[in-house]
């Protein structure tokens, strides 16, 4: 069975920074894209960023300049550092896996396998 395992979520003041990890394990497919969308109070899912295994990347236009992800492929982890934070980028954070991707995205009901949410609060 595929895991993820999304850590790093806290609590910080608005402009500060932290670094979310998502760590899988189980058989993967070497074309795949892992993806993480965030959940806010009151708010519909949405797409944040997402990383293929070829290492391109998407960003939403609301974290554009702000995050960036990256991958250790040989940790199998992806990492999503959040720089700049604002209030509104308080969520619960999910990491998911898309298998046989061929290309970063964030389409949600293309993503087999997801983590546990991890809460990222951004206080003003």
């Known amino acids: 069975d595929v895991q993820l395992q999304a850590s790093g979520g806290g609590l910080v003041q608005a402009g500060g920074s932290l670094r979310l990890s998502c760590t899988f394990s189980g058989f993967i497919e070497d074309e795949h894209a892992i993806g993480w969308f965030r959940r806010a109070p009151g708010k519909e899912r949405e797409g944040v960023s997402s990383i293929n295994s070829d290492g391109s990347t998407i960003y939403a236009d609301s974290v554009k300049g702000r995050f960036a992800i990256s991958s250790d492929n040989a940790m199998n982890t992806v990492y999503l550092q959040m720089n700049s934070l604002k209030p509104e980028d308080t969520a619960v954070y999910y990491c998911?896996?898309?298998?046989?991707?061929?290309?970063?995205?964030?389409?949600?009901?293309?993503?087999?396998?997801w983590g546990q949410g991890t809460l990222v609060t951004v206080s003003s």
């Open positions: 998911a896996l898309s298998e046989s991707s061929w290309y970063p995205h964030m389409e949600a009901y293309e993503y087999d396998h």
